[in-house]
């Protein structure tokens, strides 16, 4: 059965610190991994990593995937207190034919003033 | 450019009743996903759709739910009989486009159902 697994579970940090959520995957067939920041409500695309090593950043958000490890890592520099929400990684994988989206438990990340 | 858009947001049901679940996909969307977040848990996967058919379905519970993309209209995720294990937020994401980018999945804003 396909799995994602997401550490920690939550963590509680204070502005200014970095952070660095895990997610490492069971993928039948796998075809990209997707980092999704859920605040209360829909959660909203972060990035999308096919390729091994490359490390793709968007402000103080980054990501990098390992394939040979089977995982990958979001870090947060210089955290903000907007940046507390639920972080998802998701798996895209191959099943019979038809494409869908695994998704982890989720990490909640609080940030405090 | 109305984003995907869900209805209601909040649904109160008790056990036993229906539940109908609305999804509007983006314009020009023809593709539907649905998902169940439990308590706890990360989302989960249910049917994905097109317009008039089912795709793969492969994570509906067997019984009592059911799923719709008419030609016209939303895409409607129906509950029967409803239990309290059913309470979840339940979110729809449209896409144009298949089989890749799932970045450019959509998500709506969520119905959560609470079962009395």
């Known amino acids: 059965e396909d799995k994602v697994v997401q550490s920690p579970l939550s963590l509680v940090v204070h502005e200014g610190d970095t952070v660095t959520l895990n997610c490492s995957y069971e993928?039948?067939?796998?075809?990209?991994l997707l980092w999704y920041k859920q605040e209360k409500k829909a959660p909203t695309f972060l990035f999308m990593l096919?390729?091994?090593?490359i490390e793709k950043k968007s402000g103080r958000l980054s990501s990098i995937l390992d394939k040979k490890e089977l995982s990958s890592i979001l870090n947060i520099t210089a955290t903000q207190t907007g940046d507390s929400a639920i972080y998802l990684c998701a798996v895209e994988a191959s099943q019979g034919g038809s494409e869908k989206l695994v998704f982890g438990k989720g990490m909640k990340l609080t940030v405090n003033p | 450019n109305a984003g995907v858009m869900q209805n209601p947001r909040h649904l109160v049901r008790r056990r036993g009743q229906e539940a109908r679940l609305r999804c509007s996909p983006m314009k020009g969307h023809s593709h539907v996903y649905w998902y169940r977040q439990l308590p706890e848990e990360g989302l989960k996967f249910m049917v994905y759709?097109?317009?008039?058919?089912?795709?793969?379905e492969s994570g509906m519970p067997k019984e009592r739910f059911s799923a719709e993309f008419p030609k016209e209209g939303p895409s409607i995720l129906r509950i029967q009989q409803v239990v309290r294990g059913d309470s979840a937020a339940y979110f729809c994401?449209?896409?144009?486009?298949?089989?890749?980018?799932?970045?450019?999945?959509?998500f709506g804003p969520g119905t959560r159902l609470t079962v009395l």
């Open positions: 993928v039948t067939n796998f075809r990209s």
């Open positions: 994401a449209s896409s144009g486009i298949y089989p890749s980018s799932y970045n450019e999945q959509f």
């Open positions: 096919t390729s091994s090593g």
């Open positions: 759709l097109q317009k008039e058919n089912i795709i793969d």
